[in-house]
């Protein structure tokens, strides 16, 4: 089953302005290397967290583990060769079982994002036909 959300992103005041599901967000950047070293990878970054905090809050109440207050560290590294490392530091509360600290640990490495990221992703870029009707979500991404 083929799964499509949508976003629109727009330059609004040397910022970005990501819309979607009735939210914005505004994002800026100083410059290049800032692109780089810090707003939008900590955009992913914590794309990521709140995945696996949603993620790990849903498997809780299913099997009715109190959760208190946990929390992840996610760190990233890029090698010359453009590859790069997450790195997960789950926090989870000290008063959870063994048994339990397993099932949130299993289901943090099982959360969308991180799924996406694992995977073989592949962008495909296109340039919008200006003299058409401007509409999200059309076939044309649709994964083949």
Do not use: W
Not at 6 to 34: E, M, N, T, Y
């Amino acid at each position: 089953m083929e799964h499509q959300n949508s976003i629109r992103v727009q330059l609004d005041d040397d910022q970005a302005l990501i819309s979607g599901a009735g939210r914005s967000l505004r994002v800026s950047q100083k410059d290049r290397a800032d692109a780089v070293s810090s707003c939008p990878m900590h955009l992913m970054l914590g794309a990521l967290g709140a995945c696996i905090m949603l993620t790990l809050n849903a498997v809780a109440k299913q099997k009715g583990i109190t959760l208190i207050r946990p929390d992840v560290r996610l760190d990233y590294a890029r090698n010359g060769n453009g590859d790069t490392r997450f790195h997960v530091a789950l926090n989870l509360d000290s008063h959870l079982t063994d048994r339990e600290r397993k099932i949130l640990y299993q289901s943090a490495r099982i959360c969308e994002v991180g799924k996406v990221l694992q995977s073989n992703v592949r962008i495909d870029y296109c340039l919008e036909d200006q003299s058409s009707e401007k509409e999200l979500g059309t076939q044309r991404y649709a994964l083949g």
